[in-house]
């Protein structure tokens, strides 16, 4: 049971894309009023009251990849669930790494990256995504430890548009 359990964990592995954008605020300017204004509003524009920026498909499965690995290396689904909500083969796939660490193993992985992303349908929101995972090594007491090579995998994945952003509907190895 364990090693179809492994088995699967490994298979199912997808990527890590965690880019984060640096830079910081810039300085604040004192806020002093032009004399020559007719009208205090005047001179309000959008940037002063900012619209949230919608997350792009991309952007959103850099997310998901990146929650599926931290994931994996900590064994709390909470993150992946929380954007996976109605994806099966998500809750399968966090079922799988919630059996290695409540059986008192671990997982030793360095995380994954996706290499492409290509969108095959408009709607639902579909992309063919290459990922390429790290080596993984499940280490469970009393069973030798199971490791796996590096590996590039391609996958579909179905989103569903969620409030500025999106919910993985379902993904599958192609």
Same mark, same amino acid.
């Given at each position: 049971?364990?090693?179809?359990?492994?088995?699967?964990?490994?298979?199912?592995?997808?990527?890590?894309?965690? *880019?984060?954008?640096?830079?910081?605020?810039?300085?604040?300017?004192?806020?002093?009023?032009?004399?020559?204004?007719?009208?205090?509003?005047?001179?309000?524009?959008?940037?002063?009251?900012?619209?949230?920026?919608?997350?792009?498909?991309?952007?959103?499965?850099? @997310?998901?990849?990146?929650?599926?690995?931290?994931?994996?290396?900590?064994?709390?689904?909470?993150?992946?669930?929380?954007?996976?909500?109605? *994806?099966?083969? *998500?809750?399968?796939?966090?079922?799988?790494?919630?059996?290695?660490?409540?059986?008192?193993?671990?997982?030793?992985?360095?995380?994954?990256?996706?290499?492409?992303?290509?969108?095959?349908?408009?709607?639902?929101?579909?992309?063919?995504?290459?990922? @390429?995972?790290?080596?993984? @090594?499940?280490?469970?007491?009393?069973?030798?430890?199971?490791?796996?090579?590096?590996?590039?995998?391609?996958?579909?994945?179905?989103?569903?548009?969620?409030?500025?952003?999106?919910?993985?509907?379902?993904?599958?190895?192609?």
């Amino acid at each position: 049971m364990h090693v179809r359990r492994a088995l699967a964990l490994a298979s199912a592995l997808l990527l890590l894309a965690g *880019c984060s954008g640096g830079g910081g605020d810039p300085e604040p300017t004192p806020d002093i009023p032009d004399p020559t204004r007719s009208s205090p509003t005047e001179d309000v524009t959008e940037t002063e009251t900012p619209e949230p920026e919608a997350e792009s498909p991309e952007d959103f499965i850099r @997310r998901w990849q990146a929650a599926a690995d931290s994931m994996v290396v900590t064994g709390d689904a909470s993150t992946f669930l929380a954007i996976s909500k109605g *994806c099966q083969a *998500c809750r399968t796939y966090a079922q799988q790494v919630l059996d290695v660490y409540a059986d008192g193993g671990a997982v030793d992985f360095e995380g994954s990256e996706v290499l492409d992303m290509v969108r095959d349908s408009a709607e639902p929101p579909t992309y063919v995504v290459d990922v @390429r995972a790290a080596r993984l @090594r499940i280490v469970t007491p009393g069973e030798p430890d199971q490791t796996f090579p590096a590996a590039t995998q391609r996958y579909r994945m179905i989103l569903r548009a969620k409030a500025g952003s999106f919910i993985m509907r379902n993904y599958a190895v192609i």
